[in-house]
DNA sequence: TGGAAAGATGGAACCGGTACCATGCCGGCT
DNA sequence: AGCCGGCATGGTACCGGTTCCATCTTTCCA
């Protein structure tokens, strides 16, 4: 009779979930032995006890529901990841990076795209924290005008990638734009490029544009004879990107020419303006772009471009996290990463005899 | 008094968060009735009432916890979706899509990624039915001696994705592999290749790859005249993969041979192989692949692809999900897409005179 | 004018866990 | 021998909502 019954309680089980209760009932034992047991018997349950309560377990295949159990304590291990376009390749580094953290210290990483819509984020951070999230992390659309008050009411702590919040006192994981634009801007005059453009999508509200557009202009304006101009090309419209970058040519007036590319997305526009114009790169124009792709390597002449330790900033923005959930309450914290500069066809003047050959095409075909 | 008491409770919330005692006692009324404010004010509260509780609300900024709620109701408005391959562009584009569909009706999607990993693809199965998502999205790593039961036990609804689990009865939204292998061998032997390769990672357990690796045999080998070689190329190492190519292209024999990729990141290693190789494209092979990717029509000579519907498999996936959940028990279904060839340089033979050289770059320079 | 129906509101149980406190039992100490 | 303390276990309140049912008005009709 005893196996009868708790086979029609097995299956009982499959159709609506075991829960806890039903664990000890089939145990003949309390709730309160059973969550012991799930926990980590401190208080040493004894063997025969730990023996019913396992086989229990096995038998109605019960598994403890994460939401009842963070409805007392709070320990959801939950961490949200709020991304603003999920198909750019750096973030989904990031994303992967901070997914790797997350597991090894036993986090689940829930990721939320919000196509860089202001209000979805909102909503979208409203939700997270509504369903506990013990920490956030947020790459954010852009809030020229500060992040309404709701979002940081919560006392959930916040780590921002890549994107700041000017007035708000959260953690910062980023790149030294600054210096890596320096970097790039020195990388391009050194080899002959005196006429550059910075090309970004829109630069409002998003930090890391205006930070490397902002050290775009300074890198340029403190390098003799160099003259730095800055292009938005806003979104999508290809017509748009062929025009800006002619017009950016023909400013030139015949001196080398080469762009900066404030993103993996500007970059591919770019290139693929230049394929419909039947522009050569680096004779018609040069190029380096911020953030390392795929196919870098492998678009003739090979694009030089701006690498980021993207894996490194994702476990970073974890790492942070979990500080602060360890209590720490120090001031907000920015960490900031160096990249480097992977060289590349694309930057290689073709003046300078015997670069432009066959030694460039081999550099392009290394992954 | 009142105001600086409200100002002080306000301040609390800020620090752990209102609840609905707090509103119902701020408001004076009882919890059922700022529950019934929240939900839909069917039994219509009075004018007064409502008011009162409106402006607790305000007060207190009052967020209603979506983990308490749904423990009772069970509606947690959360669809999980598991992913084997987040940084396979393929994946990211259906996700986008399934989140597209998810938000428009209301649902939250939470994504994980597995990294391919069953261990814990099992683990966030388990993990995300806990946090009970009303459904699952499941990209499977794949399992050849099937899922581990205590994943099936629970009665989500799964849908899924690209790749089939034998034997369980779950709904499936995904590509015609045999009908589009069949359109891509047709394709490469119209065109005078006639020695032709199926380049995948492994194929063991991952369905989409061998229902392509069946298909490609079949198609070969009722083509007169074809001779169709299989290869796997396991992980990541380049050695192997120009050995492979390498060995590829000696069968050939002269004849013309042209490569199959079986997805992004295979089209991605030969393209690679052949840079280090100083092979042409289509000269030394012609070469199609699965999967469009944002680079094919940038890589000289722009590589043929196999576009899917991505966005709609995201959709379907959704649809499918919420059919289920809207209480269709019907028998599990498939919903079979077509993708669409986009002809690029890699798979035109460079014999037909005249189509190798500028038309070829213009196709090429199409984004 | 009385009573029933309809409407507005509150009380309390419940969801599935956690955690504090109580209880019963046993052994060791004075 | 009696008491105290530790250990194993159970009882129960609680987390923050939802929901059923009870209660109190109000209204309308006989």
């Avoid at 961490?79 to 390749?89: L, Q």
């Avoid at 720490?328 to 015997?354: H, K, M, N, T, Y």
Wanted: hydrophobic share 40%; net charge neutral.
């Amino acid at each position: 009779m005893k196996p009868i019954d708790s086979r029609i309680r097995t299956s009982l089980a499959a159709s609506s979930r075991a829960t806890i209760s039903d664990v000890a009932r089939e145990a003949g034992v309390s709730k309160t032995s059973v969550s012991r047991f799930l926990n980590g018997e401190q208080s040493t349950l004894s063997p025969g006890l730990r023996r019913r309560i396992d086989s229990a377990i096995q038998q109605l295949g019960y598994q403890p529901s994460q939401l009842a159990r963070s409805l007392k304590g709070g320990r959801t291990r939950l961490i949200g990841f709020v991304v603003a376009d999920i198909e750019n390749p750096y973030s989904v580094a990031v994303l992967h990076g901070a997914e790797a953290a997350c597991r090894e210290q036993g986090y689940t990483l829930v990721v939320c795209n919000t196509g860089g819509d202001r209000a979805l984020e909102r909503r979208t951070l409203a939700a997270l924290t509504s369903y506990n999230v013990e920490g956030l992390i947020l790459n954010t659309a852009g809030w020229p005008e500060g992040l309404p008050p709701d979002v940081t009411a919560s006392d959930v702590p916040i780590v921002l990638i890549d994107r700041r919040l000017p007035g708000h006192a959260f953690d910062f994981v980023g790149l030294d734009n600054a210096a890596m634009t320096g970097l790039a801007v020195q990388h391009l005059t050194d080899r002959g490029f005196g006429h550059l453009g910075f090309f970004a999508q829109n630069l409002a509200g998003v930090s890391a544009r205006l930070e490397r557009a902002a050290a775009f202009c300074a890198a340029a304006a403190r390098t003799e004879g160099c003259v730095g101009e800055v292009h938005e090309l806003g979104d999508a419209d290809p017509a748009a990107v062929d025009g800006a970058l002619k017009a950016f040519l023909a400013a030139g007036r015949g001196r080398p020419v080469a762009v900066l590319a404030a993103s993996g997305l500007v970059t591919l526009r770019i290139v693929q303006s230049a394929a419909r114009l039947r522009l050569r790169i680096p004779e018609d124009f040069g190029l380096v772009g911020f953030d390392e792709l795929e196919w870098s390597a492998l678009v003739p002449p090979g694009i030089t471009t701006i690498e980021q330790p993207t894996k490194d900033i994702g476990a970073s923005a974890v790492r942070g996290l979990l500080r602060r959930l360890a209590g720490d309450a120090s001031p907000a914290q920015d960490v900031i990463f160096l990249g480097r500069i992977v060289e590349r066809g694309s930057s290689r003047r073709p003046e300078c005899p015997g670069t432009a050959i066959s030694p460039a095409d081999e550099r392009a075909a290394r992954p």
